[in-house]
């Protein structure tokens, strides 16, 4: 049967949107299945996380500006504020998770990694060993929240667990988690990145904030990551604008000054130079 989720007007949902449709849910956490074709035509963020687990699927999720092919045994991770929309097709099996921002919070270390790095890489293939152990504590999640007197604790103590399979299978799928989890230096400066890219663009104030030379923050992203600093740098702006772009009605203008650039002109050669067309001609594709 043919789903088209429902159109809204704002940019940003919250998760009370969802609790109609919820299987099984507290006012922290929701589980949802995800059964048949399933179509989000208009990108937009949520203001909460979501885990997606697919067990049988094809489509198209795109999150970011991004088009991820969906399949079999794979687990998809949304932080708040990432833009998304999909065009899943007939047949489609799958099971999500919808966390508030608080409850996320109690079980986020068992994410080994910087939540960059899971944003950068939302779509983890998983083997069918892994995936048989996320469903079965997305499975026994559902089954606590049914009970009048679920145990809050519990369903924690499960949402780590599926945070720590996840976080292996990413291990495995993605060298540049390896290279974070093993260089502090690169993971310290990916997450100061991620904390003033709007302001600062400047390899220098990085180096400076991480007590090494310029030169040196070069040669580590280009030895470990293959990328110069400033391109890390220029990605998450990247990314971001396309956000704005997509999500907001603000003005190129107001856009650029919004990611701290001095006039119009220079964000769009910018954005143009990250993306191939202007703001203006990716905001109409979109």
Not at 100 to 127: C, D, G, M, W
Not at 141 to 152: A, M, Y
Not at 156 to 180: C, G, H, L, P, Q
């Amino acid at each position: 049967m043919h789903k088209t989720e429902r159109n809204h007007s704002v940019s940003v949902i919250g998760i009370q949107e969802f609790r109609d449709d919820q299987f099984a849910g507290s006012e922290e956490i929701l589980f949802n299945e995800l059964h048949g074709e399933r179509i989000i035509e208009k990108p937009h963020s949520h203001d909460f996380f979501t885990i997606s687990l697919f067990e049988k699927a094809k489509g198209i999720h795109s999150i970011d500006s991004i088009d991820y092919p969906i399949n079999d045994y794979q687990v998809h991770v949304l932080f708040p504020e990432q833009m998304h929309k999909w065009d899943i097709k007939a047949g489609t099996v799958g099971y999500q998770l919808m966390i508030e921002r608080t409850f996320f919070e109690r079980f986020a270390p068992y994410f080994r990694f910087s939540f960059t790095n899971y944003q950068n890489h939302p779509v983890i293939q998983l083997s069918k060993t892994a995936f048989e152990l996320l469903h079965y504590e997305f499975d026994a999640i559902k089954n606590e929240l049914k009970r009048s007197d679920f145990l809050t604790y519990l369903i924690n103590a499960r949402a780590a667990v599926i945070a720590s399979i996840i976080s292996r299978e990413a291990e495995y799928a993605f060298t540049e988690f390896k290279v974070y989890q093993s260089n502090s230096r690169l993971a310290a400066f990916n997450m100061l990145i991620d904390e003033f890219f709007k302001q600062e663009k400047s390899v220098t104030f990085y180096a400076n904030k991480l007590n090494i030379s310029a030169n040196y923050l070069n040669v580590l992203c280009k030895k470990h990551l293959k990328i110069s600093a400033t391109q890390l740098i220029q990605q998450r702006v990247g990314t971001e604008a396309k956000r704005l772009l997509e999500s907001t009605d603000l003005s190129i203008k107001e856009i650029a000054f919004e990611l701290g650039f001095v006039d119009h002109a220079y964000f769009s050669n910018f954005f143009k130079s990250q993306t191939g067309i202007s703001p203006t001609e990716f905001r109409k594709k979109r």
